[in-house]
């Protein structure tokens, strides 16, 4: 009786903490986790914000591949496709602060490809993967290795890892579809594009694909070091609480090659080519950064409740540019009947302005740093959802979700700067189809 005892409290504990790592907003390496059967995992979603600025269509699909009963492979493969527009600037006018947008200007596509395999022992397990994202504008190739130990009985799991990344970015512009005297040249790949607004040549030659052109000396290399350190205390059969500590270091070109900042009688402005502008900066961000994060999540199960759980997250972030953030998410997964669940979820998140951050400038920096990206500025946001999963048949399940997100300035109880042409909200539709073999 006690061995079927300890079995199933065994499961139950499993099954519990599996259901945290589902949750939104939990980062962990999802490929790295164990595959006991064949999975294949699709999705579709769909991101829209406010203003007609960006719309993203996210295509993914996931193959969990079970070698042995020691090893196991996972494959990934995302497909983004994004649109529209962006905040580049703002400038006072007439005593009032605008925005400049990029317009209905921003396509591209990223595709990114994962690989990664994971060995099961006696006590723990150790995982290890690579993938490879590309854009038009940004390429990154990455790795990862993590570890899970398993101590007390399999009540405590001490979770450590590490991660790198080398990326390419650059900035690019779609040509004017009026042309100069010297149409494309297909043997040196070159276009010679009337540069937005100025009736002025681009100087060639230069790179081109599909139409899209490099902006001359904007862009650079980064890397990026990342670990963790986390541990998982299961504190009886139905609750348990999880700690995570990451650690990240990026160095090299950090800033965004699309962003300036309107800095009007800064002695030393330079000129922004190819737009002719005085007055402006182009985004300029410290050429390395730390960033520390730590998670404390807590998760209760509730069997009298036809096995509801509670999750209660916290996230406090710091980074060496003066930016702090403060994260609390709620979410509740209640199975209905007849393999429906339903999760109702909540988040509240604030935010403070880098130190180099301001929507324009009136006096010079001595370090020479200027970014007005609305990333980096003081902010505060709600947002939730729900996501409705139906099991069918023990091999497949259909989920649905829904989710709203509203920033503003007034929202933050951080400290610096922001604006409220910053403001906006955004929508979150996804659907997915999970089979198992």
């Known amino acids: 009786m006690a061995v079927t005892k300890n079995k199933k409290q065994s499961h139950a504990l499993k099954a519990l903490t599996l259901a945290t790592l589902a949750l939104p907003g939990v980062n962990p390496n999802a490929l790295a986790a ?14 829209s914000e406010s203003g007609n600025r960006m719309k993203v269509e996210v295509y993914q699909a996931t193959a969990a591949i079970p ?3 020691k090893f196991s492979l996972k494959v990934n493969g995302v497909k983004d496709i994004i649109s529209g527009a962006s905040p580049i600037y703002y400038y006072p006018k007439s005593g009032q602060l605008k925005m400049q947008k990029s317009q209905a200007s921003i396509h591209d596509v990223r595709d990114s490809q994962e690989l990664a395999s994971t060995y099961t022992y006696k006590g723990g397990s150790l995982g290890l993967g690579v993938g490879r994202s590309s854009e038009n504008d940004y390429d990154s190739n990455y790795f990862n290795i993590d570890s899970r130990t398993e101590f ?6 001490l979770a450590t890892g590490y991660g790198f990344s080398s990326d390419q970015v650059w900035a690019v512009d779609h040509c004017d579809t009026s042309r100069d005297n010297n149409p494309f040249q297909h043997n040196t790949h070159d276009y010679h594009c009337i540069l937005p607004n100025t009736g002025k040549n681009w100087p060639a030659p230069f790179y081109t694909q599909d139409g899209m052109y490099k902006r001359p000396g904007v862009g650079g290399d980064k890397s990026t070091h990342q670990g963790l350190l986390g541990v998982t205390q299961i504190l009886n059969k139905d609750a348990l609480i999880q700690s995570n500590f990451t650690y990240s270091r990026s160095d090299g070109y950090l800033s965004d090659p699309y962003k300036e900042a309107f800095a009007p ?3 030393g402005t330079p000129v922004i080519a190819p737009y002719s502008l005085s007055g402006f900066f182009h985004d300029s961000r410290p050429d390395s950064r730390d960033q520390f994060a730590f998670l404390t999540r807590y ?4 069997s009298k409740l036809n096995s509801a759980a509670m999750h209660v997250d916290y996230r406090y972030y710091a980074d060496t540019w003066g930016v702090d953030a403060h994260t609390f998410e709620f979410a509740w997964v209640q199975p209905i009947y007849a393999g429906w669940e339903i999760t109702p979820r909540g988040r509240y ?7 180099f951050y301001a929507p324009y400038f009136t006096a010079a920096r001595a370090d020479g740093h200027y970014s007005s990206d609305y990333r980096l500025a003081q902010f505060g946001a709600f947002g939730g959802g729900v996501q409705i999963n139906k099991q069918l048949f023990d091999h497949a399940t259909l989920g649905f979700g829904i989710d709203f997100y509203e920033r503003k300035e007034n929202y933050s109880l951080s400290t610096g700067k922001g604006t409220g042409l910053d403001n906006y909200s955004f929508s979150l539709f996804s659907a997915n189809v999970k089979i198992r073999f």
């Open 299 to 302: 998760v209760q199960h509730f």
């Open 349 to 355: 998140y604030t935010q403070g302005s880098a130190d």
């Open 34 to 47: 164990e595959a006991e059967y064949f999975d294949l995992n699709t999705m579709f979603s769909r991101y």
């Open 152 to 157: 007390n009985s399999k009540r405590t799991v």
């Open 265 to 267: 009688g800064v002695p």
């Open 67 to 69: 070698i042995n009963d």
